[in-house]
């Protein structure tokens, strides 16, 4: 990361604080701390950062709270930072709008991995300078399955299924014309189910997809992170309105992974 960026870190441990900034600052952020979540929430406001780490467990307000709060007028990443016995909370969190966590201890790396990883997504629809791009013909050929781990598709790609249109460069979702609001991490996911088409992908293939550059050494995936994206795709049906039982968009193959749901009234198809 050579361009200065900005990071609010909102922890209550005076230790790990100062090695959260100390990573930052090293990865080229102006980094703003607080202890609590007032604080916090207040820091973000202020400095419109585009990374927030966030303790769970605060001692006024707690990081769901925080959470729900800041993605009232930001849409900065989110790792939230939980302890082990914390992490049914850290879910919650996802849910409530956080991208990513991380369980204490980590190790730098890590952090300085996740965090990089995340600013290599586009920004979100809103401050792209491209318009919208109409939905691809229902005629167009089948996407391709993307190949390797990290989901990346020319700018230019429009997909469209049942109704849905996802256009990769502008980063908007639309559903019947109606356009969707998702976090980074969904639409990442749908993007890549949507690319995948019948294709089925395991939650462990996603979690290194989301997380390229970290697992493409290690190729270590853990059950919390693979909770983790039950819990993004979740959030995701919920929002395209998509019953589990008779799927529209994704399809879960028990014991497997998820895939994309059959076309109903038109060919999944790519521009």
Known sequence: MTESRTAVVIEDDADIRELIELVLVQSGFTVHAAGDGLTGVELVREHSPEVITLDVG????????????????????????????????????????????????????????????????????????????APAPA????????????????????YTHNGLTLAVETREVSLGGV???????????LASLLASGRRVRSKADLVAELHADE????????EAEERAVEVHLGNLRRKL???????????????????????RWNVPSIQ
């Open 58 to 133: 605060l001692p006024d307000i707690d990081g769901l709270e925080v959470t729900r709060r800041v993605r009232q007028f930001s849409d900065a990443y989110i790792v939230m930072l939980t302890a082990r016995s914390e992490e049914a909370d850290t879910l919650l969190g996802l849910d409530a709008g956080a991208d990513d966590y991380l369980i204490k201890p980590f190790r730098p790396r890590e952090l300085r991995a996740r965090v990089a990883a995340m600013l290599r997504r586009p920004r979100a629809a809103a401050e792209a300078a491209a318009e919208p791009t």
């Open 139 to 158: 005629a167009a050929a089948p996407a391709a399955a993307p190949s390797g781990r990290g989901f990346t598709a020319d700018e230019g790609t429009v």
């Open 241 to 263: 309105d998509d019953n589990p039982r008779t799927p529209q968009w994704i399809e879960t193959v028990r014991g497997v992974g998820y895939r994309l749901a059959p076309a």
């Open 179 to 189: 356009e969707l609001q998702l976090t980074r991490t969904e639409f990442d996911l």
């Open 215 to 222: 697992y493409s050494v290690t190729g270590r995936v853990d």
